[in-house]
């Protein structure tokens, strides 16, 4: 079990468009939620916490008007990121936490996004 | 703030050879302590944790780790390689109250057959 789904797993757009990343826990439920960023050969960046029904809290720097955080259920949260620009391009992981049982974080298989 | 620092980016070993990670870790209390794999292609993994208790943990496919609160260290072990154990390593840390992690840099390992 603990099973953590997202997509799409890979996308390639042009500079200017909005990005959408669905992360899912196919087998639990998640309260909270959590997003990353990774650059190559660098560790996982944590960008904001995702709490069901409520406002994410989102780390220092990171823009919350350029990466919209939604999570609507206890199953789904979302990552849309805003007028992409090619210094967005990374590597964005999702994580999310078994309500009620709480740690450790399970984590998604992660989302390349390529900004032309 | 927490910080997690790995000493080796990238280690070489060959099968069978034993395998040792540092990890050190810096924050004022109590720490949850983590070391994740990633494997190519594949969504990070966990391989064990410290909460409390026993300072020698085990975890999955033969690893284990040492929590030595004097020196801030969760040091991950093998006395075996296989190649199948070519992956990238992550230590990661959180409060007792926290679940937001702050990972290390990672350290990739390779093992050749």
């Known amino acids: 079990g603990a099973v953590v789904s997202q997509h799409p797993s890979w996308v390639i757009c042009k500079s200017g468009t909005s990005v959408k990343i669905e992360c899912r826990s196919l087998?639990?439920?998640?309260?909270?939620m959590f997003w990353y960023r990774q650059f190559p050969k660098q560790s996982l960046m944590l960008m904001a916490t995702?709490?069901?029904?409520?406002?994410?809290?989102?780390e220092q720097g990171v823009e919350k008007d350029k990466f919209l955080i939604n999570h609507a259920s206890l199953t789904l949260s979302t990552l849309t990121v805003t007028s992409a620009h090619p210094e967005d391009s990374s590597f964005y992981i999702c994580s999310a936490l078994r309500t009620g049982t709480g740690q450790p974080q399970h984590f998604g298989d992660g989302t390349r996004l390529s900004i032309l | 703030a927490q910080s997690v620092s790995q000493h080796n980016h990238h280690v070489i070993l060959s099968e069978a050879a034993s395998l040792e990670l540092g990890c050190n870790y810096s924050?004022?209390?109590?720490?949850?302590l983590f070391w994740y794999v990633q494997y190519p292609g594949q969504h990070l993994q966990l391989l064990l944790k410290?909460?409390?208790?026993?300072?020698l943990v085990k975890g999955i496919k033969g690893f284990e780790a040492e929590f030595i609160k004097s020196k801030f260290s969760f040091n991950l072990r093998k006395p075996s390689v296989q190649w199948s154990d070519t992956a990238e390593y992550f230590c990661?840390?959180?409060?007792?109250?926290?679940?937001?992690?702050?990972f290390g840099a990672g350290t990739t390992v390779t093992v050749r057959a």
């Open positions: 087998d639990f439920q998640a309260t909270t």
């Open positions: 410290y909460f409390s208790g026993d300072p």
């Open positions: 995702s709490n069901e029904g409520s406002k994410a809290t989102y």
């Open positions: 924050y004022g209390g109590t720490v949850n």
């Open positions: 990661a840390v959180n409060g007792p109250s926290d679940y937001k992690l702050s």
